[in-house]
């Protein structure tokens, strides 16, 4: 193991080293790990104002500059409330905590009210096995192969989740230092459940218990996958506990099988919540529930296998067919079609991106390893159980309203990809030009010549450098971008000034980047100033600042985007986050770019398909210009 000298960020502390190495303990940095600063109140006026500049005309910015002013000045109403978020920080420090942790859970995710069906879940889909896809069945059947993949994705699942438990993942590291490793406790055993106006997140670390829930054509069973002792069984077991699954659903009519009450998880939460508390006065109801919230992870097999067009593929991993065969409220749930195709469907509160993708790499790169155990070498695991359901006819009938509104939301969803193979970040780093600020600069154009006009952007920044960091926002449209977009197609404008405002405009947002990574956002300081006012002092002339348009209207994300490079595993997206607006991830690999694009068929003005052709056309630009201007020959 090394020790390497690292200082804290925060003013006054020492000098404390941190473990890295493959025999550190998954959580031995986190006693190390520095506070998440509360920005200073001078330096989020400033930034705050200046990421209004390109939104707002001159007599707008002038007159909300007052706002901000009169809100942050000498005596201003933020003096008092950056005090509360002090107080608020030494609290939760005192858990193992910092002052947005909660309050970003409960803001951010617990109290989003519309259903969590692609508007809050997140996908990724897999990369086919090495060998090749199997070849499928009809539908209504599943395959050897499709049981073969399952069971040893779920063994390195079950792997992972001791390794976490056992604090034997390595702990992230960068050439700054660690990186908290807090969210991985929030992966397995973890489910949000459903309540009025507020949900809430049920976790366990470690997570001991022993089963899965295997969902069959919307049949919902407890599988243990864990011996009674802590055992690993070998695969060859967990494919025959799937197959018994497979088998006792088959071999059952259609007529007695279980309503598909996971369809109740794509509700609206203020629909599903009462739903979900009057199941839980039941004793059956409750107790398949609460089966369902501790499981390791959800696994669904799908008795079909989607068109392997990409853009038709996706889809089932996205939201299925009208969301049934799911739980969506589980923080991990995997599916592998009858081909063996597969993917995640994550529920997003509990960790961000980065945390599953650790996990979907690791297990992907071990596939189809070989079993060390015989086949008979374990037996003793309890026969798969049905979980059972007290269905009343009003419960009845909310499934299947919950289905039909499923559908709906399904059908107005535009998503599209595009696997990008003209180059990758060799290029971009040849041309001396950071891969992700050429793609933040891919989308401020793209979305320039698709409109005419910028829009506030939204790209999520790790503050996980910090003690239960999670992240904070980069707002990508800046003076230098609006600059740069209105210059680059100006026939006018000769080239060496393009790439000069191409490289301030990318300076610029790695200066933001930077300022967010180290905990000096805008978005979140602002949430939690907010959040500590008195319903009165909300009211007040202090508080003006949050009562102009132009607070809300710069966090109407027109563009929502977050990269999760490199995606040579797999790759995904989630829901575009405003009626008006695209929703896009992209993971840069060394000789290819993946993203994904989704809006609303709701609104006229957008189109995932033509924005998709402008950011490819965006893209081959820019390539050009690169090999022409910018790689030394």
């Known amino acids: 193991m090394l020790a390497y000298q690292h200082a804290l960020h925060r003013a006054g502390s020492s000098v404390r080293t941190y473990t890295t190495g493959s025999s550190a303990k998954t959580f031995s940095n986190q006693a190390v790990l520095p506070r998440l600063p509360i920005p200073n109140l001078n330096l989020t006026s400033a930034r705050y104002k200046r990421s209004l500049l390109p939104l707002l005309s001159a007599s707008e910015h002038a007159s909300v500059s007052k706002k901000i002013d009169n809100f942050f000045g000498p005596n201003g109403l933020a003096e008092t409330l950056q005090q509360r978020l002090r107080d608020l920080d030494d609290q939760e420090t005192a858990l193992g905590l910092n002052w947005?942790?909660?309050?970003?859970?409960?803001?951010?995710?617990?109290?989003?009210?519309?259903?969590?069906?692609?508007?809050?879940?997140?996908?990724?889909?897999?990369?086919?096995?090495?060998?090749?896809?199997?070849k499928g069945a009809e539908q209504g059947k599943v395959t050897?192969?499709?049981?073969?993949?399952?069971?040893?994705?779920?063994?390195?699942?079950?792997?992972?989740?001791?390794?976490?438990?056992?604090?034997?993942?390595?702990?992230?590291?960068?050439?700054?230092?660690?990186?908290?490793?807090?969210?991985?406790?929030?992966?397995?055993?973890?489910?949000?459940?459903?309540?009025?106006?507020?949900?809430?997140?049920?976790?366990?670390?470690?997570?001991?218990?022993?089963?899965i829930n295997v969902i069959y054509k919307d049949q919902i069973?407890?599988?243990?996958?864990?011996?009674?002792?802590?055992?690993?069984?070998?695969?060859?077991?967990?494919?025959?506990?799937?197959?018994?699954?497979?088998d006792q659903v088959d071999q059952t009519p259609i007529e007695q099988r279980q309503l598909a009450v996971g369809v109740l998880t794509t509700e609206h939460r203020d629909t599903w919540g009462p739903i979900r508390q009057q199941m839980e006065t039941e004793a059956t109801n409750a107790?398949?529930?609460?089966?369902?919230?501790?499981?390791?992870?959800?696994?669904?097999?799908?008795?079909?296998?989607?068109?392997?067009?990409?853009?038709?593929?996706?889809?089932?991993?996205?939201?299925a067919k009208n969301g049934r065969n799911r739980w969506f409220d589980k923080a991990l749930q995997f599916i592998v079609e009858n081909n063996g195709r597969a993917g995640i469907n994550g529920e997003h509160s509990p960790a961000d991106a980065v945390i599953p993708a650790r996990i979907v790499d690791d297990i992907l790169a071990?596939?189809?390893?070989?079993?060390?155990?015989?086949?008979?070498?374990?037996?003793?695991?309890?026969?798969?159980?049905?979980?059972?359901?007290?269905?009343?006819?009003?419960?009845?009938?909310?499934?299947?309203?919950?289905?039909?509104?499923?559908?709906?939301?399904?059908s107005d969803l535009d998503s599209v990809l595009l696997h990008y193979e003209g180059y990758g970040s060799n290029k971009m780093k040849q041309a001396k030009v950071s891969p992700d600020g050429w793609l933040q600069m891919v989308y401020q154009l793209a979305y320039y010549r698709q409109y005419g006009k910028s829009c506030p952007t939204y790209e999520s920044a790790s503050t996980r450098k910090f003690r239960a960091g999670r992240t904070e926002t980069v707002r990508s449209c800046s003076v230098e971008t609006v600059e740069f977009t209105k210059a680059w197609d100006d026939k006018d404008i000769n080239m060496p000034k393009k790439l000069e405002l191409f490289s301030d405009a990318i300076e610029t947002h790695m200066e933001y980047m930077k300022a967010a990574s180290n905990g000096h956002g805008v978005d979140r300081h602002l949430l939690g100033l907010r959040n500590q006012m008195t319903p009165e002092e909300a009211e007040s002339e202090g508080a003006a600042i949050f009562q102009d348009p132009s607070y809300w209207g710069s966090q109407y994300w027109l563009l929502s985007t977050s990269?999760?490079?490199?995606?040579?595993?797999?790759?995904?997206?989630?829901?575009a986050v405003v009626p008006e607006g695209y929703g896009s991830n992209y993971a840069i690999g060394k000789d290819r770019v993946r993203l994904s694009?989704?809006?609303?068929?709701?609104?006229?003005?957008?189109?995932?398909?033509?924005?998709?052709?402008?950011?490819?056309?965006?893209?081959?630009?820019?390539?050009?210009?690169?090999?022409?201007?910018?790689?030394k020959k």
């Open 221 to 246: 069973f407890d599988v243990q996958v864990i011996g009674p002792n802590g055992e690993t069984v070998p695969t060859k077991t967990l494919e025959s506990q799937l197959r018994q699954v497979v």
């Open 366 to 410: 071990r596939e189809f390893i070989e079993d060390t155990m015989s086949a008979g070498a374990f037996s003793n695991l309890q026969k798969p159980k049905l979980l059972n359901w007290q269905v009343s006819s009003s419960l009845g009938q909310a499934i299947q309203t919950a289905e039909k509104n499923a559908a709906a939301l399904i």
């Open 287 to 319: 107790k398949s529930l609460k089966n369902i919230d501790n499981s390791l992870f959800v696994f669904c097999l799908d008795d079909y296998s989607s068109p392997l067009d990409l853009d038709s593929s996706h889809r089932n991993i996205f939201h």
């Open 144 to 211: 050897d192969f499709q049981l073969r993949r399952s069971a040893g994705m779920i063994a390195g699942l079950i792997d992972y989740s001791n390794r976490v438990n056992n604090e034997e993942i390595p702990p992230d590291v960068s050439r700054s230092g660690p990186f908290c490793m807090h969210q991985l406790k929030s992966m397995f055993g973890t489910s949000r459940v459903a309540a009025p106006d507020c949900d809430k997140v049920v976790t366990q670390w470690p997570c001991l218990v022993k089963h």
């Open 563 to 575: 990269n999760t490079s490199p995606g040579d595993l797999a790759w995904g997206g989630f829901g």
């Open 597 to 631: 694009i989704t809006s609303w068929n709701s609104y006229a003005g957008t189109d995932s398909s033509a924005f998709r052709k402008t950011v490819q056309g965006v893209l081959d630009d820019f390539g050009d210009v690169a090999e022409r201007y910018l790689i």
């Open 100 to 134: 947005i942790d909660r309050l970003w859970l409960k803001k951010g995710y617990l109290e989003y009210r519309i259903p969590t069906l692609i508007n809050v879940n997140w996908w990724n889909q897999f990369r086919d096995p090495v060998t090749g896809l199997g």
